[in-house]
Antibody
């Protein structure tokens, strides 16, 4: 059984850096076709794709947020860490991590399963 | 980057209705679309991948079709448990979501 769980602060001040950890079990992050992605959802709004890292170290970032995001993996600990700098109130959202299965030649993927999500509020 | 445009944003439907949700890609993406169901306060769940492959355990009333730039999610006979918001996704783009409401 594959599970993922997000952890990190629930409240962040504007301009601070957010660090979220995704701890997973049931799979290994060691191949080019399996990865972990981060997706967020502001209250009442749609899903927004943030970042992806695959087992071969390949990383992908949202073009609009690329300058603020870093994703890393710790294979031995079965964890993926997302950092987002210069947080603002508009970044208030539920942040999800999810396993990504990639079809390499097609440049596409899907997310399954997802973690339960963690709500991060940005406020002074 | 490819943008996914989903319609409609809201659909008022009744139990037993046939429901169709459309997702259009800004450029051809062959058959690489996934569909998710999300209920309030819960994480999204994968329903369909590769445009038409039903995830194991998902009821057969759900189906997906399409290729190129136009894709559809169809629920053949809406059940009470299906009232939710549905999203399409291709790589780094999600659609805006379609919320199914009770008519």
């Amino acid at each position: 059984q594959i599970t993922l769980k997000e952890s990190g602060p629930t409240l962040v001040k504007p301009t601070q850096t957010l660090t979220l950890t995704c701890t997973f079990s049931g799979f290994s992050l060691t191949t080019s076709t399996v990865g972990v992605g981060w997706i967020r959802q502001p209250p009442g709004k749609a899903l927004e794709w943030l970042a992806l890292i695959y087992g071969d170290g390949d990383k992908h970032y949202s073009p609009s947020l690329k300058s603020r995001l870093t994703v890393t993996k710790d294979t031995s600990e079965n964890q993926v860490v997302l950092t987002m700098t210069n947080m603002a109130p508009v970044d208030t959202a539920t942040y999800y991590c999810a396993q990504s299965i990639r079809v390499v030649l097609a440049g596409s993927n899907w997310f399954d399963p997802w973690g339960q999500g963690t709500l991060v509020t940005v406020s002074s | 980057d490819i943008q996914m445009t989903q319609s409609p944003s809201t659909l008022s439907v009744s139990v037993g209705d046939r429901v169709t949700i459309t997702c259009r890609a800004s450029q051809s993406i062959s058959g690489w679309v996934a569909w998710y169901q999300q209920k309030p306060g819960k994480a999204p769940k994968l329903l369909i991948y590769k445009a038409s492959t039903l995830k194991s355990g998902v009821p057969s009333r759900f189906s997906g079709s399409g290729s190129g730039t136009e894709f559809t999610l169809t629920i053949s006979s809406l059940q009470p448990d299906d009232f939710a918001t549905y999203y399409c996704q291709q790589y780094n783009s999600f659609g805006q979501g379609t919320k199914l409401e009770i008519k």
